[in-house]
């Protein structure tokens, strides 16, 4: 792509990325209950999901998902469900590693014997979460298309290009939430009292997006 194409998509990543939605929540919500490992995980999950949606993207499987009638519902109701199950289990807090607040305190002691099981875990949540959010599939539906230079010739590299770019910038933004968040995060595991009232902020702030994917029309 020409350099000003470049330049106009770098700049529009950046102001869209900081609009607060599911997948900064996400990412937040794990470094803080679970420390660096869990955001690391988190936006690699993430990461992993933009991968994916780039590849269908650029083999036009997204727009024939989205053609199919029932296919806006389906993503948007399953990622509403996604949303308030995290946002049960930030309420929850137990000290089980069954839902996305849990093993917090564990953690935080460095008690707990199953890293890599937790950080299986939660980079599968984070997948989810991705792929889950139907207003992420219209991004690289319809956002994507725009910066794509159809005089350059090769759409389905410059979509791949373009994916890429976007899979690095969430990255490095993702990596700076989590430091912010574990950073939080370890104040907050001083202050227990603290801890539950971020634990259910965060439920709210689950439950508010799930109420607008439900919200959210075709």
Known sequence: ???????????????????????????????????????????????????????????????????????????????????????????????????????????????????GGSVRRIFTRALANCLLNPKALLFFMLFLPQFVERTQGHVTRQVLVLGAILTLNALLGNLLLTYGGARCGAWFRRHPAALRQGRRGLALLFAGLACHLLAAAR
């Open 1 to 115: 792509m020409t350099f000003p194409t470049f330049l106009a998509y770098i700049l529009a990543l950046q102001a869209l990325f900081w609009v607060p939605g599911p997948s900064m929540a996400f990412v937040l919500a794990h470094a803080v209950t679970h420390g660096p490992r869990g955001g690391v995980a988190a936006a690699l999950g993430i990461g992993a999901g933009d991968l994916l949606l780039t590849g269908a993207s650029a083999t036009g499987l997204i727009a024939l998902f989205l053609a199919w009638p029932p296919g806006f519902d389906v993503l948007r109701l399953g990622g509403a469900a996604y949303m308030l199950w995290l946002a049960w289990g930030m309420l929850r807090g137990s000290g089980s590693d069954a839902g996305p607040a849990a093993g917090a305190d564990s953690v935080a002691g460095g008690g707990v014997n199953d890293h």
